[in-house]
């Protein structure tokens, strides 16, 4: 069975400053897709980023983005110019292609921002 | 702007008793899911709908039921609430496939007593 491994249960950052958010998974696919979810306190989950395996190119969104290393099976964000707003649980997730709907959750870290 | 909404956001219940948590999505959207957010362990798929009337268990099935009569409802039911079902439950929809993004709903805490 596939796991994601979020290794950091909690990061803080300064407003303005750069965090790196950790994610290992374990696959024997080659296959698959990678995405980190946000969760802001008392609101619903959304979707930051996303990466396709077969894709050397490492995805990004705005202050947003990934360190993709496949061989390694590391899917880091890194958030840039953190904002106040960025305070949130992360989630990194996992999808296999030829697993259909099954995605697979991290353990989540929690971020804070401070001003 | 896709919304999913769910029946409600805090629910008690006490040990024993059927409960029903509802999720609705206004994007007519095939598959639909029902996941568990603890602490620590993350979201836990409970089960999943591909279409009306088609579901398939997720990892943590035991103790719970689901139920997809139309299209964009569907329903999380724990048969005899048990307190170690007390959790945040969550709501998801999306297109078919691995690559799409799936929509959440704002979540239900539920609280077994």
């Known amino acids: 069975a596939q796991t994601v491994t979020q290794s950091q249960p909690e990061m803080s950052v300064q407003e303005a400053e750069t965090v790196t958010l950790s994610c290992t998974y374990d696959?024997?696919?080659?296959?698959?897709?990678l995405f980190w979810y946000k969760q802001p306190p008392s609101r619903q989950m959304i979707l930051v980023i996303r990466?396709?395996?077969?894709?050397?190119q490492n995805a990004t969104e705005n202050r947003f983005s990934v360190n993709f290393q496949k061989a390694a099976k590391s899917f880091s964000l890194k958030i840039s110019d953190s904002q106040l707003g960025d305070a949130a649980m992360y989630f990194c997730?996992?999808?296999?292609?030829?697993?259909?709907?099954?995605?697979?959750f991290g353990g989540g870290t929690r971020l804070m921002v401070k001003p | 702007d896709v919304k999913v909404t769910q029946s409600s956001r805090y629910l008690v219940k006490r040990t024993g008793e059927k409960v029903f948590l509802e999720c609705v999505q206004d994007?007519?959207?095939?598959?639909m899911f029902w996941y568990r957010q603890d602490p620590g362990l993350g979201l836990r798929l409970i089960y999943f709908?591909?279409?009306?009337?088609?579901?398939e268990k997720g990892d943590i099935p035991e103790g719970y039921s689901v139920s997809r009569e139309k299209k964009e409802r569907f329903s999380l039911i724990l048969e005899s609430a048990s307190t170690n079902q007390t959790s945040m439950y969550l709501c998801?929809?999306?297109?078919?496939?691995?690559?799409?993004?799936?929509?959440f709903g704002p979540g239900t805490r539920l609280t077994v007593l």
């Open positions: 709908s591909y279409d009306v009337k088609m579901k």
């Open positions: 994007m007519d959207h095939e598959n």
């Open positions: 696959t024997s696919e080659s296959d698959y897709y």
């Open positions: 997730a996992y999808n296999a292609n030829n697993a259909g709907n099954m995605l697979t």
């Open positions: 998801a929809s999306r297109y078919p496939g691995p690559y799409n993004e799936q929509f």
């Open positions: 990466q396709e395996a077969y894709k050397q």
